[in-house]
């Protein structure tokens, strides 16, 4: 972060007197902190970097006592203000479905493909610094430690299999290869502490590389380790079921979203959402060649060398360009968007998964925000059309100015309010009413582009029916049973322009993260709601860029509390 951006934060901090309210979120960052030391490296506070959370029942048992502590000490002071009744309000209700999670014993199954401990364990280390020599010695102490984290999570898998709360055979078997690629010679670890040098490219001591390689040696065993128990305990122990039934579902939808919806009612409409993204895709194939199919349309834009990057390090650079002139723009226009955001890493993540994601900014901006992009093994070849509304979903008026415009606003949210508040509903559900923005704002005047938007809107529509079909066990569309995976596949495949990896990794990650998938689109169905109904009340007087900043300033929060606050 550079001076003059240090000082503008500085200078943005000056304003609201810290409550008693503020106090307890503040504290409860801090005991966050120490008892997950990960998220002090999610956020950028000071905190032991080189240690993991303990993963084992005990680990778990210490956080619900801290949550319960942390609900009677906010039932018991009153706000000071409008802030501070969002920050008790969601606070409460957080903690509240924590607690509801736990007595369900979902942290006794939690394993699926995308964003469990057996991926978390890994993923932190693309956060933390890479560049000095204290920086790797850190390093090489977390790679040490993952083991100890690794039998505490272990054991309370095991606790699961003894109480016969366990995941599905399907996330088991796909973590378990996983498992094993980071478990091999020549799987990540290794590769990321051989290349390891410091921040101007020299390199290491010779005695920090042996600990480094110690670590690496030390966290693919722990992977091994991993690998085998899936393997021989809860492989076998493991349910048939893909589905986890109406009521967990419920809870997780609730958790995803920061509010109730009428699930069944939330099918329906996504059957009728996906069926008006195939029409509008249908309209703008048109454009593209009269006359023309979703299909052929396609066929047209993949064959447009112009729309075609090659390689990973053009994939960046595009992404980067595209990043830079969006924020340059709309800064200009229709955000007021502080300087500290304006910058937006792009990245190629050093994974092989195939996911998109974003990461906020340190609390001090010394890390900036960042897009990643897990690029699948083998796959070299990309196409704008389809990512260019990607990068807006990701960066700017997406995920980045969102969670950075929240960090930023240190006048008024507390810690707990700028870093860790929030939902997938809320965060993912902007992120799509973004993309429909761009193209309000003429951003997506390209036909290929906005099909590509469409193509993404589509998928997300999809999914809201894949995932509640499958996990309520509703009738198929086609009137032959109940949704299981051959159909779930079928169904993704038809309505999705990926290639077969891509679509197995999504179905896969539906079939084990239930309620998550559908937040997004189900998240801009609220935030469009919300939007309307304000215009609604306050009529001529009704300024888009006045709501926006509104409710971004507001950082993040469930979505019952977002609408809750927007009407008081």
């Excluded at 030391?37 to 801290?66: K, N």
């Excluded at 079909?469 to 999705?496: E, I, Q």
């Excluded at 469930?558 to 009407?567: P, V, W």
């Amino acid at each position: 972060m550079t001076a003059d951006n240090s000082a503008d934060v500085r200078a943005h901090e000056a304003d609201r007197t810290p409550t008693a309210i503020d106090a307890i979120a503040e504290e409860w960052v801090t005991t966050l902190a120490d008892l997950e030391p990960d998220i002090a490296i999610w956020i950028g506070i000071p905190g032991r970097y080189e240690e993991y959370g303990d993963q084992s029942p005990a680990g778990h048992q210490r956080l619900v006592d801290e949550r319960k502590k942390v609900l009677d000490r906010l039932s018991r002071v009153e706000p000071a203000d409008d802030v501070d009744w969002v920050t008790k309000t969601d606070m409460s209700n957080e903690l509240q479905l924590d607690l509801e999670a736990h007595e369900a014993g979902l942290w006794k199954r939690d394993l699926n493909v995308i964003a469990s401990p057996a991926q978390r364990f890994r993923d932190v280390l693309d956060l933390m610094a890479h560049d000095t020599v204290d920086d790797w010695t850190t390093i090489a102490g977390k790679l040490s430690n993952l083991p100890g984290a690794m039998d505490g999570y272990i054991e309370t898998l095991r606790q699961g299999i003894a109480d016969g709360t366990v995941p599905a055979r399907r996330q088991v078997m796909e973590v378990l290869e996983q498992a094993k690629k980071h478990g091999s010679k020549s799987g990540f670890f290794f590769a990321f502490t051989d290349g390891a040098t410091l921040g101007d490219g020299t390199q290491l001591p010779d005695s920090l590389k042996a600990d480094l390689r110690k670590g690496a040696e030390a966290s693919a065993a722990a992977y091994g380790k991993l690998a085998d128990f899936f393997a021989n305990e809860l492989g076998p122990a493991a349910s048939e079921s893909d589905a986890i039934g109406r009521e967990l579902y419920a809870l997780q939808s609730r958790r995803f979203l920061g509010a109730k919806i009428d699930l069944d009612e939330t099918y329906e409409w996504g059957i009728e959402e996906l069926a008006r993204m195939v029409e509008e895709q249908t309209r703008i194939a048109g454009e593209i060649k009269p006359g023309a199919s979703v299909e052929e349309a396609i066929a047209v834009l993949d064959a447009d060398a112009s729309r075609k990057l090659h390689g990973t390090d053009a994939l960046q650079k595009w992404m980067q360009n595209l990043s830079d002139t969006a924020i340059a723009e709309l800064s200009k226009s229709h955000f007021d968007i502080p300087d500290p955001v304006k910058k937006l890493e792009c990245m190629i993540a050093p994974t092989q998964e195939g996911g998109i994601y974003y990461t906020s900014p340190s609390d001090d901006f010394s890390r900036a925000g960042r897009m990643w992009w897990s690029v699948p093994e083998g796959v070299t070849e990309f196409d704008t059309w389809r990512e260019t509304t990607t990068v807006y979903h990701e960066g700017v008026p997406g995920h980045h100015l969102q969670l950075g415009q929240a960090v930023y606003n240190r006048a008024t949210l507390n810690t707990w309010r700028r870093q860790l508040a929030g939902t997938s509903g809320h965060a993912e559900g902007w992120a799509l009413y973004a993309e429909r923005l761009m193209e309000d704002l003429g951003y997506l005047d390209d036909p290929g582009d906005r099909l590509g938007m469409l193509d993404g809107q589509r998928m997300r529509a999809a999914r809201v029916v894949l995932d509640l079909g499958v996990h309520l066990g509703k009738k198929r569309l086609d009137g032959n049973g109940v949704w299981d995976y051959d159909y779930a596949f079928t169904f993704m495949k038809s309505n999705v322009n990926m290639n077969e990896p891509f679509v197995r990794f999504e179905v896969n990650r539906y079939f084990g993260w239930p309620g998550q998938a559908p937040a997004y689109k189900v998240g801009q169905r609220i935030w469009e709601q919300l939007r309307d109904e304000v215009k609604a009340r306050e009529g001529a007087s009704f300024n888009i860029k006045e709501f926006h900043r509104t409710a971004l300033d507001m950082g993040g929060v469930g979505l019952d509390t977002l609408k809750a606050a927007f009407r008081k």
